[in-house]
């Protein structure tokens, strides 16, 4: 059974720091594509970065730059280190999986997962 679990959430002041975690479970993180999608308060969720199994990664323009998205093979899970944070980016942060190896070419889509955390999180105060 494929497991995922997010931690590493929490409360920081604008321009601070957070690495977030997926542990998985029944899944080898660099198996096929995954991503971080986050959801705030009334708004719809969205794509914020991809890898896949090949390492090559991708980007929302909002967060680039200051999001990084790796695999840590060793302890198998995925994680997103976040510095530079901002007020919008304030959201409830879940890892997801995906069955194919190469992401999707509209990698923001966030119908193209296939398992999902249940989420961490983060809220940046200004």
């Known amino acids: 059974?494929?497991?995922?679990?997010?931690?590493?959430?929490?409360s920081?002041?604008?321009?601070?720091?957070?690495?977030?975690?997926c542990l998985l479970t029944g899944y080898r993180v660099s198996r096929n594509c995954m991503g971080w999608i986050r959801q705030?308060?009334?708004k719809e969720r969205e794509g914020l970065a991809a890898i896949d199994s090949d390492g090559r990664t991708k980007y929302r323009d909002s967060v680039k730059g200051r999001f990084?998205?790796?695999h840590d093979n060793a302890k198998n899970v995925?994680?997103?280190?976040?510095?530079?944070?901002?007020?919008?980016d304030t959201a409830t942060y879940y890892c997801a999986a995906e069955e194919?190896?190469?992401?999707?070419?509209?990698?923001?889509?966030?119908?193209?997962?296939?398992?999902?955390?249940?989420g961490t999180q983060v809220t940046v105060s200004s």
């Open 68 to 70: 990084t998205i790796s």
């Open 12 to 21: 920081v002041q604008a321009g601070g720091s957070l690495r977030l975690s």
């Open 40 to 42: 705030a308060p009334g």
């Open 100 to 118: 194919r190896r190469l992401c999707s070419r509209d990698w923001t889509d966030t119908g193209n997962y296939d398992y999902w955390g249940q």
């Open 78 to 88: 995925l994680q997103l280190q976040m510095i530079s944070l901002k007020s919008e």
């Open 1 to 10: 059974q494929v497991r995922l679990k997010e931690s590493g959430g929490g």
